[in-house]
């Protein structure tokens, strides 16, 4: 399909912030991409956890093969709706580079220790700071030297920042809605993450098919219509078959309303999107509700799971043991990050060191420097 005119074309970019002359065969968007493959935040995500620890099994998803997932059905979506693939590729491998260890509960307990110094984290701002000013793999300036778009898509895809209470990202047009290609990574990484998150949930032995079929109708229907092609085929195979309709299903339906709410507001450029009072990526409203059920299903039967919770309870007492160490003994924190707690206020440098942690580094950490009956 031919670029449609509210595509972010990338000849439109509002560059870099260290200008650089072009690439003789990749446009900015793909070197972009490139450089967060090649960044060592990427890499560190094979060892972060999406939902099960390795103690589970090797199979289950990580947060970089999730990432992946998220990279291929934004390429897909994007394409159907005419906008730029390679934009929305950097934005979907660029989109948990901060997430910390241990997943979301990791999150949770950083925010918890920073808002004791009255301050937040955040992993959309904190992965901005990665590409800012941690990642060093150039001469000529720090960080990745991104461009606008996919930092803007950084900070904005999953959500709107009020302009006042953000003043330091004033740059990235908080009073704006950003290109459609970072509006739908949000929405793909729903898609992504639901139907992945089952799957590693009836691998783990934490889904039963029965109740799978009486609590979300839409796998129901799904599962029916393939066990009566298939009535002697496996069950796994059989909840594969469903699951791969099921993705389909949603990524259609996003393709699909996205198109007919650009065309309903009457879209024709990126300046349109920007303006319009509505994120115009969206599912609609019967495609939302079972959406939200299948989630519903995931958060009572697998994210709340006995295992999944202890595990996660553990995981975090680690987390914030390490915090407690660090922040009276900075002369244990690593040269570089010892040197910047002299200078900068000590939670942050503490915050971001153990941020860009995997989760078997910190439990390692742990068990380097802590008493075990400190965590």
Known sequence: ?????????????????????????RNDYARDRDRVIHSRAFRRLEAKTQVFTTRFSDHFRTRLTHTLEVAQIARTVTGALGLNTD?????????????????????????LRMREFGERFDHNLHALRIVE??????????????????REGIVKHSRDYPAEEFPDLAEYLLDQRPPLESQL??????????????????????????????????????????????PQGARK????????????????????TTQRNVELAGVRTIEDVR???????????????????????????????AAISDDRERSVRALDALFDFFLEHPDRLPPYYAHMAERQ????????????MTDQFLLRQCQQLLAPAAY
């Open 87 to 111: 934009l929305a590729e950097a934005l979907a491998l660029v989109h948990d580079i901060g997430h910390p260890p241990f997943g979301h509960a990791g999150e949770d307990q950083l925010d």
């Open 237 to 256: 195979l059989k909840f594969n078959e469903a699951l791969k309709r099921i993705l389909d299903h949603l990524a259609t339906d996003l393709i699909e």
């Open 345 to 356: 206020p000590r939670h942050r440098v503490v915050c971001d060191y153990i941020a860009g």
């Open 1 to 25: 399909m031919s670029p449609r005119p509210y595509a972010m074309d990338v000849r439109r970019s509002r560059g870099r912030r260290y200008p650089e002359p072009p690439h003789a065969y």
């Open 275 to 305: 303006h319009d009072r509505n994120r115009l990526a969206g599912f609609s409203p019967a495609v939302r509700e079972q959406n939200a059920r299948l989630k519903d299903f995931l958060l009572s039967r697998v994210y709340s799971h």
């Open 133 to 150: 000013q941690f990642e060093q793999r150039y001469l000529d300036f720090p960080g990745l030297n991104l461009t606008f778009e996919v």
């Open 185 to 230: 990574i949000d929405l793909v990484d729903e898609i992504a993450y639901n139907t992945a998150d089952l799957d590693d949930g009836l691998e783990a032995r934490f889904v039963d098919l029965d109740q799978l079929s009486r609590e979300v109708p839409l796998f129901e229907v799904e599962y029916r219509s393939i066990e009566h092609v298939y």
